[in-house]
Every structure is written in structure tokens, then in C-alpha cells.
Nanobody
Framework: VQLQASGGGLVQPGGSLRLSCRVS????????VSWYRQAPGKQRELVAH???????DYLDSVRGRFTISRDNAKSLVYLQMTSLRPEDTAVYYC?????????????WGQGTLVTVSS
């Protein structure tokens, strides 16, 4: 499976962005998908997760501001980010983990840069 993340950019504090992760090469219904981020000089951290059954979980610092969702028919997973803060600045990556059927390694997208600054 291949993943392509997009939607990053420069936004002012308090603004919003929607990231997209396009999944190709296999059916998205077989995968749980996560968004991670990595800020300069920091370790990569899990931001949000959505299961095949659409259960979700969030990093405490983004809960209530970010929403992860999926559209299996379009092979897309979204991360809607609102009330953005400078500390949300990072490269955001999506990751797919197969949870149904064949076993395979986790797949990562290439990352998309989000910069929150005035």
C-alpha cells in the first residue's frame, strides 16, 4: 500500500487546515490509519488514530481541536485541524497498519509541513 499526505501550509494562529492522506494499492477498509507529527529537534509523536471501525483517539494536546475521519470509498483519511497553535508546527505523516487479512509492514506517507505563525 502507498500513502500520500497533502494539505499542509502556512496558517496563522487560530486558523484551520485540513490534511489528506490518500491510500492506494489496496483497499483502505483493511487498515487502521494514524497521523503523526515531528517538530524540529523533537521525536515523532502520535497525533490521531482511526480504526477500521472508525473509533478514534487523540493526543491530549489536540483533543477537541483536531478531528480524524476516513472515507473508504475515496480511499482518503483526513485530519481537520482547528484553533491551530504555533506548537502545532511540524511535519505531519500518515501511517497505515493492516489489521485484516494478510500481514504486512506498516506504510508511511512522505509527510506534509504545517507551519503555524503570524
Amino acid at each position: 500500500v502507498q500513502l500520500q499526505a497533502s494539505g499542509g501550509g502556512l496558517v496563522q494562529p487560530g486558523g484551520s487546515l485540513r490534511l489528506s492522506c490518500r491510500v492506494s494499492g489496496s483497499n483502505l477498509i483493511f487498515y487502521a490509519v494514524s497521523w503523526y507529527r515531528q517538530a524540529p529537534g523533537k521525536q515523532r509523536e502520535l497525533v490521531a488514530h482511526i480504526t477500521n471501525g472508525e473509533s478514534t483517539d487523540y493526543l491530549d494536546s489536540v483533543r477537541g481541536r483536531f478531528t480524524i475521519s476516513r472515507d473508504n470509498a475515496k480511499s482518503l483519511v483526513y485530519l481537520q485541524m482547528t484553533s491551530l497553535r504555533p506548537e502545532d508546527t511540524a511535519v505531519y505523516y500518515c501511517k497505515a497498519r493492516r489489521t485484516t487479512g494478510a500481514r504486512e509492514p506498516d506504510s508511511w506517507g512522505q509527510g506534509t509541513l504545517v507551519t503555524v505563525s503570524s
